[in-house]
Antibody, heavy 117, light 109 residues
């Protein structure tokens, strides 16, 4: 069955960096666009970034552009999100999601990132 | 990249219908037939309920339906059931990126 499992969250100080990972299984990872979506505590969903199937095309939300980098390793079936210059506004649960027909059909359970001094 | 506008809350009794609106602009909802809807129960990951405005993924009950007119999309839940109580989010492709709605909490009275 299709599974995506995020990891790498934790508590980090403002200005520091963190890298999230998303391990995919149950589908041909290298054939699919992948997304990161986040949700601040008690707030709504916010799209963060996407990466094309081969990693050649990447798009970002304005709120993270220049600070976050999405990447993938198709040999390891793994998606990444490198987050630099973190601020308190980046505190959220970060979800990895598989692209499907201009939507996302499989989501992980999320990993919590807390930015706090 | 402004969030799409949804009403904060909606409610209905079991068996009734509820409709949630999702208003965007010509650059997102109105510009593409790529609106999707997600259901999220507390503490859980979102679940895809509708894609490409009105299509249902396998396994989603036909009580859920979607439509669009101009810059506004809608999700209708017919025959409300207790398990439909959740937060619902719309999303739209916006030309190289995506935008979510503000979210609507549906309460089954």
């Amino acid at each position: 069955q299709v599974q995506v499992v995020e990891s790498g969250g934790g508590v980090v100080q403002p200005g520091r960096s963190l890298r999230l990972s998303c391990a995919a299984s149950g589908f041909t990872f290298s054939n699919y666009v992948m997304h990161w979506v986040r949700q601040a505590p008690g707030k709504g969903l916010e799209w963060v970034a996407l990466i094309s199937y081969d990693g050649s095309n990447k798009n970002y939300a304005d709120s993270v552009k220049g600070r976050f980098t999405i990447s993938r390793d198709n040999s390891k079936n793994t998606l990444y999100l490198q987050m630099n210059s973190l601020t308190v506004d980046d505190t959220a649960v970060y979800y990895c999601a598989k692209h499907f027909r201009w939507s996302s059909d499989y989501w992980g359970q999320g990993t919590l990132v807390t930015v706090s001094s | 990249q402004s969030a799409l506008t949804q009403p904060p809350s909606a409610s209905g009794s079991p068996g009734q219908s509820v409709t949630i609106s999702c208003t965007g602009t010509n650059s997102d909802v109105g510009g593409y037939n790529y609106v999707s809807w997600y259901q999220q129960h507390p503490g859980k990951a979102p679940k895809l309920m509708i894609y490409e405005v009105s299509k249902r993924p396998s396994g989603v009950p036909d009580r859920f339906s979607g439509s669009k007119s101009g810059n506004t999309a809608s999700l209708t839940v017919s025959g409300l059931q207790a398990e439909d109580e959740a937060d619902y989010y719309c999303s739209s492709y916006a030309g190289s990126n995506y935008v979510f709605g503000t979210g609507t909490k549906v309460t089954v009275l």
